[in-house]
């Protein structure tokens, strides 16, 4: 009806494309809508939570007595004397897996020792993701007397098939005696002894006392390297006496059968779930013993809720535990996010009043905690790092969560030790007997989620929402700027303009985003070899961070000036402002897209300053053109933007933030980045090979000369 | 009972049913009508002259009355009338009576049959054996034998028919069923003994036959005996049935001509509705006799559970079952005191047990259809060798252990080798009955600790890498320094290991990849393979096995052997309902032939004949079962298909909509067609317009003013979103 005009020659364009012209024709307001919507939805997730439940019914956690009793606490306790005087006996540490070992194996139970160096993480660019999986494989050549010693005792199912295990893991640390790690490993062995005595396994168990020396990380990932990716090369045994060299002797007799029956690997099938438990510091929460869950893995993945939901319903509703998630205290306090908390209460109460299904009006303290949760939820699954050695076994799809129980009372009192560990022992004896009822692995319930408080979670369907909101107006926007660039120089209205761009003519000026592209591809070049640097830099020996930091800032600008040398300047070219801009959308429409795949948090994230920066970037001289105020507010949050999009000066700013010390050290750039490429992060790829590029091409942007006079902006 | 009852032909056929055995008979009068009617054939005339090419002559011999043959044998049991043919006529007369004889005394001409040397015999035994892990070995041999067919026919009192006519239908020469819970423990167990060797299964349930049929006929008959064992043990057996599912190794698990086939089921679960029917083929069942110890609480209560059917059949010497039932128990007697004790040396003391502790039953007397019944206690040679080394000779009192009773008598293993034997306290369970039951235990006077005998190599087996793309197969020999123990350190020898392997058709092996590392270094494979046959898998048709003959040089500590695999993909109604707790690879089979478990035990009495002693003397080639495998594929989200179809649908859809639409489309044609359509009104102004009555007006061209539509548009839409708010809120409120 629109274009009834009485032109009749042109036919009505379809309602899809119409649709994509008036936003495109739109798209300053478009965009400005969505980026809202998408910073309003990403602070509605908090009260878009919804409460956990159980997908996988094989579970059923806490239908079963709990058989862990007193006389296993007894077991502890002997246990723990027996280890305390052990380290007592000698420190150095090689009476402590000796004790361990014999005590499992008075059990009946398989035992088997895992000795391990420290592997030197280094950044290997050619195997970034899979750089874990054999660096085991380069074993220098010597003696060595600093290495670890895991132990691993197995217990058979009596009536099981032995296709399937469950892995108990507490970390000790052999060199050092704390009582919280002793307590840890007589928990550990007192559930240990009662699984020993269990009819019912389905599933073997597997107890590994991981030496925490070295990190424990590094003790768990070993092993596990061992269990699935074995070198078959090197014999145990002289390897053995290697690291041995001569003056450790952990065997009683220099019996060789022994020592090779201790020494060989045992294994136990497929891993079907991992439990990590330790005790920590003593800390108080409302009288009650509490036990903290560490559940994101590398890259954002996480374990099956479902485990995590086990764990949670036997702690609260058997055991009486207090259940926490780490947190940003931080946020906790903050006065800003209570207004925020306030404001949505008041919206979700007239929500609700319209609507009693939306339940969307949340306290402002739950909603408070419900954000410094989610925000460390995110940020942990962001950076991509581990937040323990639970970590290490979802590498190999395994879904593994790590407790650290915290007592309530300081546990030299008996009374306090006693129902501390009564408690500790039923929660992880009720966990494996809810995982050994499983008969498929965890696949029911969800892998993808944030969770905002221990018993509350955002599913993906969800938190896509805000992404895809940001991400939403990008595409119209390069659409817009390509069409405009066409369009230039003809004085046109915008009727006619909608006409031109659906008639899509085919001519030279449409090649024109070529020499665009061209720029695109040389930056994009530049941040590859960036990113590669660190690899060749850190073969420098002994330099401090700052100077490595700044060698890879000056070869970065050098290898820029080069490039651009041999490819000429992108100003040079004449590529026009909205084309590179167009180009500039595009790619970060891809690069984000691609990486919401590989970790969805970091992608996020990184939406929030990126989007905006490519949003509003916008050449300085263009913008003299404008009026003041439009001006002067474009011109402040493209600085901004772009200041806060630079990576140094992002995390600069971070660790203001978050420590309140404003001292600027170049060197935390190159710590922060070689701390990302040791976990194989794939946050260090998004930051070299999206976030980087883009940000230069808006500094392109910004700086771009304008030299058509008759470019003109669009205006609402 | 047959000896003693001899020549007695009604008493024997009164005892038999009033034997206070209801269920030994069944087999007896199962199929009663069939019975009556086959009897007549002469075919089931008891006799062992008759050779079955010998049947159709006998056959024209009694249709001519010549009956001559059969009388001197029936004339044993049937008594006086027809012992001396002085004339033919009488001869004539006589064998007509001897028809009709037949056709009456059915049950005569059975116990006529007892009174000869090949009669259906049936024996029971029990043998019990601690193990060094305070645990108990348990294992009971029933072994029902039948007379070649020619001469049984189709009668059978106290073997079971179902057997039988599994044996005659599908012309099985040997077949071995097996269903096993838990994993036997080699390490612990031992792995060099005729039990590990004969009755160490792996888990689930293990079929193979050897088939006395032309090759060609073999795959038919083996998928009908897959569904007949399925029905008679109520077991999924039938799965084999797939020609996914089984192999027809040549070499690697047992030689033989093509005539054999293999199949594991490694998931089938092993339940009492297994034990049932396998009972049911015992004369007594679990009634009278050994069986009546396996009392179903405490035998599945156990360690390891394996339930075995063995079966041979030959023309000479008829059918034998043996069935065989292992069963490793933890005796409940000390349980509370050795948790709790700090002192090491209690806590290795032996527990004491008896037959009352391991099944909480007591033996009352034998299955009266037994022709031997007996309890053996073996006693490892190990602590043989430590009782003579304090002196005592091998009685059943010494200083280590007391048995609860004393024997009937003693055996002991021969060997060469200057290590002590052996030995085997035999009790005959004739002698017991309810007044006074067996109830034989051991109770241990010192703590004691032993070791049983292992395999000259420990076999593992384990998947390595990770993902749902990839990962190889490693199977590790790990030396136990038998060879050392046995023959001395000799450095220049090596011992043959055999290695059978069936792998489903999913993983794909790449049998190229095999690599051999011994002792951490890298072998070439002709340095250590003599000989290897590898059938390889073909997608959803059959699964790769490999057969391969190592010969490891005797000084090797270890040895592992990898073999790489990829991962393929199911067609969705090829997953079982628990796909995603991933697939089983079928226990490879380890055989070392230079080693022979067999044991040879003295020939005091030529009328002391046990099966179980038997099988224990009979070649047993050193065997170990290594674990099944679990590899995680790819599974597809079977919980949410439908969001699946949805998703995928509307993607395609759009795709190929938009697609066709750019290709199709001719703008010229369009706008011909839009200028037509611009000529004259639709179809619904058209009705509305005759509806009014009003004339069809000319398209008004360029009077409608859009903005003013527009805004009255949105004044609508406005309006009527307004209303439904208010409406929404006013009727919640």
Known sequence: MASSTTEEAKPKPRLIVRLGIFLASHHILFSALCCTAGIIALLFLPSLAKNTYLSENALIPGSANTLFSTEDILEANRFLKGIEAATGESRGGTDMPKFISQEIKNLGAEVHYHEFLPDRKCFHPLKFFTSMTNNMAVKPNGTYTNFGINIAGIIRAPRGDGKEAIVLVTPYNSQGDQSNELLSLALGFSVFSLLSRATWLAKDIVWLSADSQFGEYAAVSAWLNQYHNPMFLSDPVILDTKMYGTNRNLYEHDDTTEKAELMTFKRAGTMAAALIFKVGETRKY?????????????????????????????????????????????????????????????????????????????????????????????????????????????????????????????????????????????????VVRSVNNLLEKFHQSFFLYFLTAPSKFISVGVYMIPFALFLAPLPIVAAALAGDSKTKGKLVDECKTKDIVGDLEIGGESWKWLKSARVLLVIQIWAALVSLLPYYISQIPGAMPTQYAVIWAVLSIVILIILYGMFGSPYHAGVEWRLLKATMITSITIGMGLMSIINFATAQLGALILIPMCLFSRPLKAQLEMNFLPRIILFISNILLTVLGFPPAALLVMKCLSKGLWTVDIGDFWLWMEFLWEWSSATYLYVFLVHLPCWLLCIHVLLHPCLQPESKMKQE | MARREEGVVSWVTLSYLSGGNVMGSQNFFRHPVERSMSNISPKNLPSKHYKSPAKKATQQLLASNHAAAPKPHLGGALAAPPSRPPALRRLLFLSLLLLLLLASLVRAAVAAEEGEDEEEVFTEELLLRPLPDRKTLAHFHFRSSAPPSAAAGRHHHVFPKAIAQLVQQFHISELELSFTQGRWNYERWGGYDPMSTNYAKPPGVELWAAFDLPLGEIDATWKNLTHTLSGLFCASINFLESSTAFSAPRWGFKLNEGNLRYGALPREAVCTENLTPWLKLLPCRDKAGIASLLYRPSIYKGYYHSQKLKLTSSQSSGIIIDQTLTVVLQPDTLRGKQLHSTDGQ???????????????????????????SRVFVEIEKDIVDKSDKSGAEASWTNELFVLSTAPNRVFKELKDMDTQPSSLYVYDVSNYNNDKPLDVGITWKLPLIWYCTPAPYHANRFLMGSGNERGSIALSFRSTNLRKQVYGSSNDCSIKAVVFQVVPWYVKVYYHSLQIFIDGNSKAISEVVDKIHVTPSVDKLLPGSLEMLLRLPCSMQSATLSLDFDKGFLHIDEYPPDANQGFDIPSALVTFPEFNSSRSYPETDTLFMSPLLQTFKEDGVIKSYTEVLLVPLTTPDFS???????????????????????????????????????????????????LRGKKLDPPQQGSSPTSLVSTKLLLKVVFVAVVAVAFHYLSNS
């Open chain 1, 286 to 430: 409302n009288d009650r013993d509490s036990v903290t869950m560490y559940a994101e893995a590398s890259n954002g993945q996480m374990p099956n809720l479902d485990l995590l939901n086990v764990v949670h319903y036997l702690a609260v509703h058997r055991q009486g535990f207090h259940v926490n998630i780490e947190t940003f205290s931080s946020l906790l306090s903050s006065s800003w996010l209570k207004v925020i908390a306030e404001v949505f209460q008041n919206v979700g109460s007239v929500l609700r009043k319209i609507n009693p299904d939306w339940k969307l009006d949340v306290n402002v303290p739950d909603y408070v905690e419900g954000t410094a949760n989610l925000a460390n939820s995110m940020y942990n699954q962001a950076l991509g790092v581990p937040t323990g050695s639970h970590g290490a076994f979802r590498d190999y799809q395994v879904d593994a969560v790590s407790l650290e129980f915290a007592p309530a009372f300081n546990l030299k009192n008996e009374n306090a030790k006693f129902s501390f560990l009564l408690r500790g022992g039923r929660l992880t004896e009720g």
């Open chain 2, 640 to 690: 949410m298909p439908y969001n699946v179809i949805t998703f995928t649908c509307t993607v395609l859809a759009l795709y190929f909509g938009s697609l066709l639409n750019a290709l199709r489309r001719r703008i010229g044609e369009e706008e011909m067609e839009l200028k037509k359509a611009a000529a004259k009104r639709g179809l619904i102004p058209l009705l509305i317009a005759k």
């Open chain 2, 346 to 372: 209690e806590a290795q003391l032996q527990p004491s047990w008896s037959i009352k502790d391991l099944f909480n039953r007591k033996l009352s007397g034998k299955c009266l259809i037994s022709k031997s």
